[in-house]
């Protein structure tokens, strides 16, 4: 089971990206989260196994959209209207054991993405 994501970089505030992250496995519940600096690591964003449920963090929500394209086993993030408080390490997570919730909490996620950096200048 492996978790690849990518699609990070350097914005300025206003701008925008798109992470990507392709998995190896099956359907499961995901969930992108971000680390900042000296920061527990945080929920940003989950999707349903089906993909028709999503739930966002609020410092995110009507900035970020989560998605997943099964036919090539991809989960993305598209990030909007980026702030430098955005700034950090965002990972890509699996749940194998839930099989409808969305959880935020990471201890909940059994699989990990190496992490991208995204950075939000002012």
């Known amino acids: 089971v492996q978790l690849q994501a990518s699609g990070g970089g350097s914005v300025q505030a206003g701008g925008s990206l798109r992470l990507s992250c392709v998995a190896t496995?099956?359907?499961?519940?995901m969930g992108w989260f971000r680390q900042a600096p000296g920061k527990e690591r945080e929920f940003v964003a989950g999707i349903s196994r089906s993909g028709g449920s999503t739930v966002y963090a609020d410092s995110v929500k009507g900035r970020y959209t989560i998605s997943r394209d099964f036919a090539k086993n991809t989960m993305y993030l598209q990030m909007n209207s980026l702030k430098p408080e955005d700034t950090a390490v965002y990972y890509c997570?699996?749940?194998?054991?839930?099989?409808?919730?969305?959880?935020?909490?990471?201890?909940?996620?059994?699989?990990w993405g190496q992490g991208t950096q995204v950075t939000v200048s002012s």
């Open positions: 496995f099956g359907t499961y519940v």
């Open positions: 997570a699996a749940d194998p054991k839930s099989i409808v919730r969305i959880t935020a909490s990471p201890t909940s996620y059994d699989y």
